[in-house]
């Protein structure tokens, strides 16, 4: 299968760790030259260097808070000084806490809603007349819970059902400029955040993590949760030539799980 992603420029957020890493190293494995995003300098710099090495990409990090206006215009200006063009938008970064209507602060929704909800719309914003010189690719990393929302994730279902419906609208929008977007959710994935998920709830519900886990993948048919690379493998193939009918839709990686609830 021809994939036809060699030279192609992409941006990744959430880059250094879980599925955003994953997805760089599939990217990369396929000749992209990326601008990697994330919190946490060090990991990402590492990981620029090792992917410029193995794959002879040009590759440009990151550091930033996509939850503040500021931290995307700095993200959008290194990214326009470095390439100067955009082919593909992974939009990855954040993680919305564990919690249930009235355990989950105010505080908290904000704060979650302005990196993963808010964060997702703007960059994609900022970014869009970049995106409109034709053939680009957007794929948002959203989450099962926007189709199955469960009351100890709240606020991560509410989200995640919200840029589900953002996924179809920008479909129609960005099809006039042959920019396809679409969406991924996975369902239960062997990440630090998965297990920071499990903890959380686990705790609110006075149970053990191991039971909780046990308890969760129990709904799944393929009785386990995914490996980063798993999702990773999806995104590329939405980014790819191959996927080159493919818009507004978001396909769920969940091992079965959307189809069983």
């Known amino acids: 299968m021809e994939l036809a992603l060699a ?26 030259h990326l601008t990697l995003c994330a919190r946490r300098a060090a990991p990402l710099q590492a ?13 440009l990090a990151v550091a930033a808070d996509l939850s503040q ?39 908290e929704w904000q704060e979650d809603f302005a990196l993963k909800f808010w964060g997702y719309i703007r960059l994609t914003r ?41 996924t179809q609208s920008l479909g129609d929008e960005g099809a006039p400029h042959g920019i396809l977007v679409n969406a991924v959710n996975p369902g239960p994935v062997r990440t630090d955040r998965w297990q920071s998920l499990m903890q959380r709830q686990a705790a609110e519900r006075g149970t053990s993590v191991a039971a909780l886990e046990a308890e969760q993948l129990a709904h799944v048919p393929l009785r386990r949760a995914a490996e980063p690379s798993e999702i990773a493998a999806t995104v590329v193939f939405l980014c790819s030539a191959a996927a080159s009918y493919i818009t507004g839709t978001t396909l769920q990686v969940d091992g079965g799980l959307a189809r069983c609830i």
């Open 7 to 32: 030279g192609k420029v992409g941006l990744i957020t959430g880059a250094s760790a879980g599925i955003g890493r994953a997805t760089a190293q599939a990217l990369a494995a396929e000749g992209v």
């Open 47 to 59: 990981l620029a260097q090792e992917l410029a090495q193995r794959y002879g990409v040009r590759t």
């Open 69 to 107: 206006e500021a931290g995307i215009a700095a993200l959008v200006d290194a990214h326009r000084a470095q390439f100067d063009t955009l082919d593909l938008l992974v939009n990855n970064a954040g993680s919305i806490r564990a919690g249930s209507l009235l355990a989950k602060p105010e505080a």
């Open 126 to 166: 900022a970014v869009w007349p970049l995106l409109m010189a034709g053939g680009a690719r957007v794929v948002n990393v959203i989450g099962a819970a926007g189709r199955q929302p469960s009351a100890g994730y709240v606020a991560g279902g509410a989200a995640n059902a919200g840029l589900m419906n953002l």
